[in-house]
């Protein structure tokens, strides 16, 4: 049974940062399937906010929401099977529930839509303060 756990989230001023991991368990790996990071603000729809697919060996592709473009990384530990988010100059539009998903197919494809990822964490909450 697969399982996404998060880490990570709390309260930040603006201008802040945080970093929001994921471990990802339930597979002998996740290296090659794609993983990514989705938030959803009260009353707002989820988003995607970063995402990540397989290229070669320990390299990925990454796709980024423009919203983030410049602030937020998304790196993975295949090793570790952990995708993360390091979250800089964070803004109150920031605000939100972050999610970490995983995809059930092998693909190098970029996946930024949360119809096409499978497993979902539960959730951790970020809050930024003016």
Avoid: H
């Avoid at 929001?20 to 995607?48: H, V």
């Avoid at 979250?87 to 197919?105: E, G, H, I, Q, W």
């Amino acid at each position: 049974q697969v399982q996404l756990v998060e880490s990570g989230g709390g309260l930040v001023q603006a201008g802040g940062s945080l970093r929001l991991s994921c471990a990802a368990s339930g597979r002998t790996t996740f290296s090659t399937y794609p993983m990514g990071w989705f938030r959803q603000a009260p009353g707002k729809e989820q988003e995607s906010v970063a995402t990540t697919s397989w290229s070669s060996g320990r390299t990925y592709f990454a796709y980024y929401a423009d919203s983030v473009k410049g602030r937020f990384t998304i790196s993975r530990d295949p090793a570790k099977n952990t995708v993360s988010l390091q979250m800089n100059s964070l803004k109150p539009d920031d605000t939100a529930v972050y999610f970490c998903a995983a995809a059930n197919r092998r693909t190098k494809d970029l996946l930024s839509s949360r119809t096409e990822y499978d497993y979902w964490g539960q959730g951790t909450q970020v809050t930024v303060t003016v």
